[in-house]
């Protein structure tokens, strides 16, 4: 049963940064791309990152590009996304997904697994 699991959320002041971590067990030989999504109260779930599996290519939303930056270690079966210069409206659920394929997307259909989510807030 593969199983991601998120962490390093938490309470930080606009400007600030936070780190997320996600680590994947279980069934991990085929795994490829892995993206960060988020959702705010009220919001759907939103793209955020993707990486993919050589770490040599990623795609980012239009809203973080220049203030995060996603990264993986195949090693430890984990991805990171760094944010820096965190704003309100960055407050959310963030999750890490995967999924079993070579191509990478920002549509959260066509990933194949989830994390629970660790939550971000940004105080103004």
């Known amino acids: 049963q593969e199983q991601l699991v998120e962490s390093g959320g938490g309470l930080v002041q606009a400007g600030g940064s936070l780190s997320l971590s996600c680590a994947a067990s279980?069934?991990?030989?085929?795994?490829?791309?892995m993206g960060w999504f988020r959702q705010a109260p009220g919001k759907e779930r939103e793209f955020v990152a993707t990486?993919?599996?050589?770490?040599?290519?990623?795609q980012y939303t239009n809203s973080v590009k220049g203030r995060f930056t996603i990264s993986r270690n195949n090693a430890k079966n984990a991805v990171y996304l760094q944010m820096n210069n965190l704003k309100p409206e960055d407050t959310a659920i963030y999750y890490c997904a995967a999924r079993f394929s070579r191509t990478m997307t920002s549509n959260p259909y066509d990933y194949d697994f989830w994390g629970q989510g660790t939550q971000v807030t940004v105080s103004s």
């Open positions: 279980g069934r991990t030989s085929g795994i490829y791309p």
């Open positions: 990486i993919n599996w050589s770490g040599g290519s990623t």
